[in-house]
Every structure is written in structure tokens, then in C-alpha cells.
């Protein structure tokens, strides 16, 4: 079996539907991601893996122990954290640290060496309040206090939200280092170049799961010609590549236009003419590998594929 194991899960929080039918498998040691929106159902699904809700019907079962028969024993072996800075302010940085050590009847002492490579980047502002921390330091404050009871898995939601780009990735080099000592990784993230980071993908939408997979093995399954285009006026651009006869999808990405077209094969100058004839300038046209927002996009307009 799986180390962890979710098996048609399901959650409605009064009228919303906020899981639906969800089955997926994460493996010992793996570093999974779940990828998607806002409102998709990431934190929903986090909060029943660590006991923290109930599903309304389905099973979740960690290392052979169910979520809700066993939700104690999971307990002791799940370090979490939640997408909102949910450590005590107004405590030091050690003192928060020492708090979470003694829920678990352990202490800094005892684990240092997991958390070492994490806390001695903060240890210097052991003093400081948690409230007064910048977000790249708060990001590794939670994570020592996930780690400081040596779990065998981690779920962390949206972890690199409201940090710089630096911290970002320094945080993902830390999460591979977490999984070479073993540690089973769960990390949601709406953004989606983090996606790449991540040995396998659940992209998720409106509570639904659209593709499991790694990342490449997605991009590969990418189904149209897909290119990318800009001109003197991105805006007209748009509207007219929206009203072409042979548009499949039209979708800003940065400074381009990601287009993609209803017939197998399409060739570029024929993409040019059709602007040039509209009276567009500057025009750039070439064709392109698809990323993953590429993908999800495609499986969000087409669920069926």
C-alpha cells in the first residue's frame, strides 16, 4: 500500500462542494505536489489529511492508519503548516520553537540536527519576536516548528505564498534536502512553475482533480500546436486571435499571447498573414513547448481530455 492513500474523498461545507470524489496515492519519501487556484481545494484537503476535519464520505488512510479511527496516532507523526503564519507572535523565535518541541514531548536538543540546516539561518534573531519577522524568515520559523518532532511527512499549503522570489527558491532547495533524509513532502502552491519542482503533480480545479502525473509526462500529453504572439497592440491582438476561424484558445502569459489552433497542423506565416491583413505590427509568431499552466489551462476548458 501507499504511504498515504485517499480514496474517493468527498466535503461540502453547506452548499459548496468543496472536494469531490478525490483518489489519489503519494508514495514513502515522495515530494508530491497538489497545483491549482485559489479556491480549489488545497487547504481543504491538507486540513483532512492532518485530522483536522472529517470527510463527508471516502477514506484517508498515512501509513496504514486512518485519519479518523486513528487520528491520534497520525497525529504524532504529521508535521503541518498552513498557509497562514499560525505561530504565536508575541513569543521569540526559540520560545515558539520550544513550545511546539514540548507538545511533542521532545525539545530542541533532541531534533536539532534535522532542523539544523533551516534554523541556523534564523537562530542569530533567536530573541526577536515572530511578529517581527520578515516573511522568508517566518517561512523557515514554520517549518522548524513542523519539523522539530521528526514527523514522517509533511503537508505544507502554499508554504512560498507572500515570499520573495529568493526565498522561494531557497525554501524548495530546503524541501529537497528534507526529502533525501526520507521525509514524505506534501506541498500545495498556486503557482505553477513550482510544479516542476515536484516529482509528481495532482493539478486540481473547483475541487476536482484534473491530471496525476510528473510534470513532464503532462507537458508531453499537451495536445495542440501551441505558440506564442505578440504585436503593437496586445489587446487587438487578443480580440482578433479570439474571433479567427481556426481558434482553439487565446490567453494572456506575461508578454505574450499563448495561442492554440483547431487544426493539427498550422503553419506559422499563415497565423502571420491573418494579423498583418488586420493591420497589426511588430508581429512575433513561433511555435513553443507547453508549460504547466499551459496544461492546466487546456484541462480546465477540456475536463473530458
Known amino acids: 500500500m501507499s504511504f498515504i492513500q485517499a480514496t474517493h474523498i468527498n466535503k461540502s461545507f453547506n452548499d459548496t462542494h468543496a472536494l ?25 484537503l491538507f486540513r483532512l489529511f492532518t485530522t483536522l476535519l472529517l470527510p463527508d464520505s471516502g477514506t484517508i488512510q498515512i501509513d496504514g492508519l486512518d485519519v479518523v479511527k486513528d487520528y491520534k496516532s497520525i497525529r504524532k507523526h504529521v508535521g503541518y503548516m498552513p498557509g497562514r503564519f499560525s505561530l ?13 518541541a514540548t507538545i511533542f514531548n521532545s525539545s530542541i536538543e533532541e531534533n536539532y540536527d534535522l532542523i539544523a540546516p533551516i534554523y541556523s539561518q534564523i537562530e542569530k534573531f533567536k530573541t526577536r519576536k515572530a511578529g517581527d519577522l520578515s516573511g522568508g524568515m517566518k517561512q523557515k520559523l514554520a517549518l522548524s516548528c513542523a519539523l522539530i518532532h ?22 524548495w532547495e530546503m524541501l529537497a534536502e528534507l526529502k533525501e533524509k526520507g ?5 500545495s502552491t498556486p503557482y505553477m512553475d513550482e510544479a516542476a519542482l515536484c516529482e509528481r503533480v495532482a493539478l486540481i480545479q473547483k475541487g476536482e482533480i484534473l491530471s496525476i502525473s510528473t510534470p513532464q509526462q503532462i ?34 502569459f506575461g508578454q505574450y499571447i499563448h495561442y492554440t489552433d483547431k487544426r493539427e497542423k498550422t503553419a506559422l506565416g499563415e ?35
Open 88 to 100: 504565536y507572535q508575541d513569543l521569540s523565535v526559540e520560545e515558539n520553537l520550544q513550545f511546539f
Open 183 to 187: 521525509i514524505t513532502i506534501l506541498v
Open 150 to 171: 521528526k514527523p514522517r511527512v509533511l503537508f505544507l499549503d502554499e508554504p512560498t505564498t507572500g515570499v520573495d522570489v529568493v526565498s522561494r527558491k531557497e525554501f
Open 20 to 44: 469531490k470524489d478525490i483518489s489519489f496515492s503519494v508514495e514513502a519519501g515522495e515530494l508530491f505536489g497538489l497545483i491549482g487556484p485559489d479556491g480549489a481545494g488545497k487547504t481543504t
Open 219 to 252: 507537458t508531453d500529453a499537451f495536445p495542440h500546436q501551441l505558440f506564442a504572439l505578440r504585436s503593437n497592440n496586445i489587446s487587438k491582438l487578443i480580440s482578433d486571435l479570439e474571433i479567427y476561424k481556426h481558434s482553439q484558445s487565446v490567453y494572456p
Open 271 to 305: 497565423i502571420r498573414s491573418y494579423l498583418e491583413n488586420l493591420g497589426h505590427q511588430h508581429i512575433e509568431v513561433q511555435e513553443i513547448q507547453a508549460n504547466i499552466e499551459d496544461c492546466f489551462m487546456e484541462l480546465m476548458n477540456n475536463p473530458s481530455k
